[in-house]
């Protein structure tokens, strides 16, 4: 079961190439405008708003109470 969480992690979680990819073809794809450009910065800020908020409630409201914290 160790090795299946390893390889998961290292082909997902830690996917370096992957990584770059997501972040670099935001970045190519509006950065000739500064409207587009503009709108993509606050739409990465509102995901990671919900993001960060649904985390926090994951983390606090289901795993910390039941003790399955990382």
Same mark, same amino acid.
Request: aromatic share 18%; with cysteine; hydrophobic share 55%.
């Given at each position: 079961?160790?090795?299946?969480? @390893?390889? @998961?992690?290292?082909?997902? =979680?830690?996917?370096? @190439?992957?990584?770059?990819?997501?972040? @670099?073809?935001?970045?190519?794809?509006? &950065?000739?405008?500064? $409207? $587009?450009? &503009?709108?993509?910065?606050?739409? =990465? #800020?509102? =995901?990671?708003?919900?993001? &960060?908020?649904?985390?926090?409630? #994951?983390?606090? $409201?289901?795993?910390?109470?039941?003790?399955?914290?990382?």
């Amino acid at each position: 079961m160790n090795y299946a969480l @390893i390889f @998961i992690g290292a082909a997902v =979680v830690n996917n370096f @190439i992957l990584t770059y990819f997501l972040g @670099i073809c935001p970045f190519l794809g509006v &950065s000739t405008d500064l $409207k $587009k450009a &503009s709108g993509m910065g606050f739409a =990465v #800020i509102f =995901v990671m708003l919900l993001a &960060s908020a649904a985390t926090w409630g #994951i983390y606090h $409201k289901i795993l910390t109470p039941y003790n399955l914290q990382y």
